[in-house]
């Protein structure tokens, strides 16, 4: 870490519960206080600069829930800066600020973000979002409040120049939220799949002798055409989860093979998470 | 004897130059000194020495002898006993007892006295330095909360910011746990929860009470007008008039009824604080009025208390379990965990806030698998994974009876440990087998009760037989969940059961699930609120216990013997007449005594002296309570509350009351002591607080210390009520009955404000829960109870049951009433009443209602207000203009009902309705729907108590009805229901 880098969120997503500290923090730090310089206060209400988004994959009983938080990526080449006709700037240590003077009256700034991490106060008539509590970070503190308030370490922030972050991403597995938007979002992240990806999940049984029993250890592949897709062993259970699909990537072929030459194939359509329930071999 | 008498004029002669000194020194002294005007006299009783004091326009004088007309007088039997007395380095005990032998006594107006009692105490406190200045005008405080412990930043007289506490490089070094070659220790800092991070929303609520208030058209002289409580509205009143008015009408209906007229009671919880805490201050004021407590029940743990108990003991923990060191023991022994309606990471160990989030992080670490049984795919499991298993509400007991055939009849069981740790296994064994009633419990049978499929129940069995287990029972051992359903009593007592068949207390075998057991120090002596704070009620709290020997204070004793159960308040006032069992946790037998309201030549309650508006959403059936108010069954209603919400609004008078930010106290995190006793075990630090007063009350609010003693001294109670001591004194008083003096000295303790407790070496580690009891030794875990009496083979050797083993079969329901079907000696499967058996209630009301205790607020607190946490979009769903409570409900049920996500509807059954948004989720079940209790928001579509609620009290919808008859327990989380879309009239704002 250098002091001349550039401030980025560290974010994981299998991390986050929805506890909500991150949003509560920001609050606490910004209704009713104005950090001049920074920005105006944020109305008492309705404010998101911190977005916990809320992703449930499967059906009952095979489900898992994902949250991603998301607040402004800080974006290298963030187009609500060049909407704004110089009322957005970045700083050299990469934080994205809204100078609440010019950005007055400019509810359109609030379109011109990808992520919707721009709020509209309402109020105060000004376009607000994550500042990254620079007012903090300026006077010394280590993380803004709302990583500070984080019991699980999904949140972090980090300062590093765009080569140390590149390294970073690429020995961690971390990736940005949307380069498509193609904005040079800031903030990595880890474990998107969780949130961008779906699943295929089931529990093999087997009946010997009239009873139904769950099937450890059997294995299922996926697999589309020649290519093995996934791969998974039944846990005690019976339960088997294939992850990181592609919703709506089609027909798969599912193979499971338990002990004493048992076993299914099934064709799968993957358009989101699926859930198939009990599968019997 | 002359040296006493000469000791005593130069401790008089002194006295007066101090407070002038103190005077010049500190502008808040010289301002203290101007609030009266009066002549004191100090004096021994037979006149032969005193001094006399004027205070006048804020200069105090004093002449040797005896003068004029004193509207104060401190006696004296001797000069002996004076010198001792007025000695600053008197001892508070000597103190305490002069004043209990009539050594000394204070004569004069409370209100006199008081002030100048006080005034003197401040000569030791003044010039004291209270938090740490932050830099640009801003001071850094300290506070505590009931989730977590938190610095306030505060400039210009106002709250900045909340946050947790990051520990200072001079606190005590955290512990770390060597486990499977890795090394754990948690990181130097507090958690907190979201509740806490919205205190300063709480704070600078809009709903905050800033001025006394009346109802419209309550008149106490002329027309009351009960039956419009609840819609009159209110106007703004003085103190002075509302404190006159209140104390009148105690004054009038103890004149006019007697003893037990006066009724009073709380919300299970209060804003964090030993000396404010409702345990503490409200005791100490009600026992020295006289009063019919509303009697607990004991809400979060009634399987616990009421079943488990009476298997295995722990009466003083409610039934639930020791929790000592078994995160060391869990990290290193255990092979898997099974949370059992357990969702530590939405209910936070009730105090824990999120300490124990980071240790089960290391379970996740060390690759221990997970079992998740609940209704709802809860954020425990989301967080963590795992198997998860959805019984239906109310049926886990008929999961125990299958887990247990299983184990029995593939011999997956501690046979040795069954043998000789428990007793009463051949007779249990047989009704599990069917032996007795040609019903073998078996995986297939308990399929049709649950709906866990037969091969899953197996397979959980086979493995939890297989593996060294941990078994999280409830949100720690005990709270919430299935111990709050119509048979709650069995699923408790089933976890005990399985418990004793697995080898309870042998490596890895245990209960937890890293949410208590830290290796922390648990002989270090810090109070938790239980002991009573400064209430010196020794028959209602622990008081007894350490407390009060250690703090030198007169006890305080309610005179009236009558109680109401909380869960029949409406029924004793607009009946007349109920009864109920007692939360009586010192011996297993202490919940048998009925009890019956009215008591012997006691009066029916009058006047209801309510403290907070929690109850409609927190009590069952709740519509009772909104329509108990408007009827003319009491003649007064007076509300000391932080908001206008809830119950609140149907009051005649609201006293405002402030937060614990605007107010002296002092606490450990956590630390609550009693029925979760140690329960700071939870925390990865133990922090001792004081909390400061952050800044000053807002509006014309007051601390529920000061209204008291407001009202104490129209009452001729004063003094009684507070020693003449102020909450920084008691805060000081408390202080010094702790272990905190060997450690830290006062000053620095109320500059920097909190203290890190440090944990004890490796080697000195508490023993693991219940190790001694596996191994056959006497109990070596730092745990007093239960009493002596209660062992029957001498203190400390054996369980609290009355052979001292985990009983299959209770001694002591065999003793109470061996053939109550629904609660018999051993565990057998009894349906709920309201769930699918209840056959002609299901057909109306198909679907099944759980409400746990909520997520994001500490129960009513800090839900509604314009709190920041109603912006949490998993807390309420904002449609149009109005923040909706949520209730969950599967995608196969909503689309028979014509219902989508966000869509507003109504919840019903015979007992009322409630307004809530929907969200569709497979994290429930078909047929199962999720509502979280403690809405705050009580806002009636039309009639109070006969109309839909657009707040969100789901309590309006949850059964009345006890578990068991025999008992004063709550079974809201059996409740049928039907949902519909909402109509136009309803949803009206």
């Known amino acids: 870490m250098t002091a001349a880098g550039t401030w980025r969120f560290l974010i994981d997503v299998a991390k986050c519960e929805d506890c909500n500290n991150c949003l509560l923090a920001c609050k606490d730090e910004h209704v009713g206080n104005h950090w001049p310089g920074v920005t105006l206060p944020q109305p008492r209400r309705g404010a998101r600069w911190m977005n916990v988004v809320r992703k449930e994959r499967g059906q009952y009983p095979h489900v898992d829930v994902a949250y991603r938080p998301t607040p402004c990526q800080h974006c290298a080449d963030a187009p609500c800066v060049a909407a704004s006709g110089g009322a957005i700037a970045r700083r050299p240590d990469g934080i994205v600020l809204i100078d609440p003077d010019k950005a007055k009256g400019r509810r359109d700034l609030v379109e011109s973000c990808p992520y919707g991490a721009i709020d509209w106060n309402e109020e105060l008539s000004v376009p607000q979002k994550c500042t990254l ?149 | 004897m002359a040296l006493d008498t000469a000791k005593v004029s130069v401790l008089l002669y002194g006295l007066e130059k101090l407070l002038r000194l103190t005077a010049r020194r500190h502008p808040s002294f010289a301002a203290r000194l101007k609030e009266k005007d009066l002549v004191a006299h100090v004096r021994l009783r037979d006149g032969t ?19 004029g007309d004193p509207q104060v007088v401190l006696s004296f039997e001797t000069a002996a006993i004076a010198a001792r007395l007025l000695d600053p380095r008197r001892s508070q005990l000597d103190f305490v007892s002069a004043a209990k032998t009539f050594q000394m006594e204070a004569l004069g107006d409370d209100e006199n006295v008081v002030w100048l009692s006080q005034t003197l105490n401040m000569l030791a406190s003044i010039g004291t330095e209270y938090g740490v200045d932050a830099g640009n005008g801003v001071r850094r405080f300290t506070s505590n909360t009931n989730g977590g412990v938190v610095f306030v930043y505060v400039k210009d007289g106002k709250i900045l910011r909340i946050t947790p506490i990051e520990l200072a490089a001079e606190d005590a070094e955290g512990w770390s746990v060597e486990a499977r070659g890795k090394s754990f220790s948690p990181p130097r800092k507090s958690t907190v929860n979201a509740h806490t991070l919205a205190w300063k929303s709480l704070v600078y609520s809009p709903d905050r009470l800033l001025t006394p208030m009346k109802r419209v058209d309550f008149d106490p002289d002329g027309e009351r007008n009960p039956q419009n409580r609840g819609t009159s509205g209110y106007v703004r009143i003085s103190w002075d008039e509302a404190l006159d008015l209140v104390a009148k009408e105690i004054q009038r209906v103890k004149q006019q009824h007697g003893p037990g007229a006066i009724l009073n009671g709380s919300g299970s919880h209060h804003t964090w604080g030993a000396l404010g805490y409702w345990l503490s201050a409200r005791l100490r004021f009600f026992n020295n009025v006289g009063w019919t407590p509303v009697a607990h029940n004991p809400d979060s743990w009634e399987g616990w208390y009421w079943g488990a108990a009476h298997h295995w003991g722990q009466s003083a923990r409610n039934g639930g379990g020791e929790t000592y060191n078994t995160v060391e023991d869990l990290l290193q022994n255990c092979e898997m965990v099974v949370f059992w309606s357990s969702d530590p990471e939405a209910t936070s160990g009730v105090y824990g806030a999120h300490d124990g989030t980071v240790r089960r992080q290391w379970l996740k670490e060390l690759g221990i698998p997970l079992v998740h049984i609940d209704p709802y795919y809860n954020h425990t499991a989301a967080l963590f994974g795992g198997k998860w298993i959805a019984p239906r509400p109310g049926s886990d007991s008929a999961m125990v009876l299958a887990i247990a055939h299983v184990w029995m009849t593939e011999g997956l069981y501690d046979k040795s440990y069954v043998a000789e740790r428990t007793v009463g296994f051949d007779k249990w064994k047989s009704y599990v087998l069917g032996e007795d009633d040609g019903i073998p419990k078996t995986p297939e049978w308990q399929e049709k009760e649950t709906g866990v499929p037969a091969k899953d129940l197996r397979a959980l069995a086979r493995e939890w037989g297989t593996k060294k287990t941990y078994l999280a029972a409830g949100g ?17 007592r089933g976890m005990v059961c399985l418990m004793g068949m697995q080898g309870l207390g042998k490596p890895g075998v245990n209960m937890g699930c890293l949410q208590q057991g830290t290796p922390v120090d648990t002989r270090f002596y810090f109070p938790g609120y239980s002991e009573g704070g400064f209430s010196g009620d020794l028959a209602g709290t622990a008081a007894a216990v350490n407390v009060y020997p250690r703090m030198p204070m007169a006890p305080s004793m309610n005179s009236v013997q009558q109680m109401i159960p909380r869960l029949k308040i409406p029924e004793a006032v607009v009946d007349g007449a109920c009864d109920g069992y007692p939360t009586d946790p010192r011996t297993i037998e202490g919940q048998f005594f009925r009890f019956q309201y009215p008591s012997p030549g006691h009066s029916k309650v009058k006047l209801y002296y309510k403290y907070g508006g929690s109850h409609i959403g927190t009590m069952t059936e709740t519509n009772r309570f909104a329509r108990m108010y408007r009827t003319d069954a009491l003649e007064f209603v007076v509300n000391q509350s932080i908001w206008l919400e809830g119950e609140a609004k149907f009051a005649d008078v609201i006293l405002p009351a402030c937060t614990n930010f605007e107010r002296w106290d002092i606490s450990e995190l956590a630390n ?48 009684a009520f507070s020693e003449g001591s102020s ?14 003096p060997k450690a830290i000295s006062w000053e620095e303790f109320a500059k920097k404000g909190y203290y890190v407790i440090p944990p004890l070496p490796a080697n000195r580690r508490d023993p693991v829960s219940y190790r001694w009891f596996a191994e056959g030794r006497a109990k070596d875990t730092p745990e007093l109870t239960p009493l002596p009496g209660d062992y029957t083979h001498g203190f400390r050797n054996g369980l609290q049951t009355q052979t001292g083993k985990i009983e299959f079969e209770s001694s002591s329901l065999k003793r109470f009433d061996p053939d109550d079907p629904e609660r018999a000696p051993i565990l057998k499967y009894v349906p709920s009443w309201e769930g699918p058996h209840a056959t002609e209630l299901y057909a109306k009301y198909p679907l099944q209602l759980v409400s746990p205790h909520p997520r994001f607020t500490f129960h009513t607190q800090s839900d509604g207000k314009e709190s920041f946490v109603n912006d949490i979009t998993d807390h309420r769903t904002r449609i149009g203009g109005r923040d909706w409570w949520i209730v969950r409900l599967n995608p196969a049920d909503a689309a028979a009902r014509g219902v989508a996500d966000r869509d507003l509807v109504t919840v019903f059954n015979d007992r009322g309705a409630v307004v809530c948004a929907a969200q569709l989720t497979g994290r429930v079940g078909p047929g199962t729907v999720h509502s979280y209790e403690s809405c705050a928001v009580y806002d009636p579509a039309g009639e109070p108590g006969r109309s839909a609620d657009r707040g969100g009290c789901i309590n309006i919808l949850t059964p009345s009805r006890m578990q068991i008859k025999k008992s004063h327990s709550i079974a809201a989380m059996s409740c049928l229901v039907e949902i519909r879309k909402a109509t136009e009239e309803e949803v009206a704002p």
């Open chain 2, 49 to 67: 020495q005193g001094r006399t004091f004027t205070f006048e326009g804020g200069v105090v004088r004093s002449r040797a002898g005896i003068h």
């Open chain 2, 727 to 740: 909450e920084l004194d008691w805060c000081r008083r408390y202080f010094d009955a702790t272990d905190l």
């Open chain 2, 476 to 492: 720690i051992i005990g709270f919430g969940g299935a111990c709050r359903t119509a048979n709650g009593i069995d699923w408790a």
């Open chain 2, 672 to 719: 609550c002591g009693g029925y979760i006793h140690h329960a700071f075990t939870q925390m990865n630090h133990r922090i001792a607080v004081l909390q400061h007063k952050c800044i000053e009350p807002l509006g014309e609010s007051k601390s529920d210390f000061q209204i008291f003693l407001d009202l104490a001294k129209r009452l001729g109670i004063g003094m």
């Open chain 1, 133 to 281: 509590c620079a007012h903090l970070l300026d006077t010394g503190w280590k993380e803004p409040r709302c990583v500070q308030s984080c019991p699980t370490g999904a949140l972090k922030v980090v300062r590093l120049d765009d080569a140390e972050a590149a390294r970073l991403a690429t020995t961690e597995g971390l990736l940005p939220l949307h380069p498509e938007h193609g904005t040079k979002p800031t903030a990595l992240y880890r474990s998107l799949a969780r949130f961008e990806k779906c699943f295929v999940a089931g529990s093999v049984a087997a009946e010997t002798n009239g009873v139904v029993d769950c099937v450890a250890g059997a294995n299922v592949t996926l697999s589309r055409g020649a290519e093995v897709v996934a791969t998974a062993t039944t846990d005690a259970f019976g339960d088997f989860k294939l992850d990181g699909l592609e919703e709506g990537s089609g027909r798969y072929a599912l193979a499971v093979s338990g002990p004493a030459g048992r076993g299914i194939r099934l064709e799968v359509e993957v358009t989101t998470s699926v859930s198939l329930g009990v599968v019997p071999i």
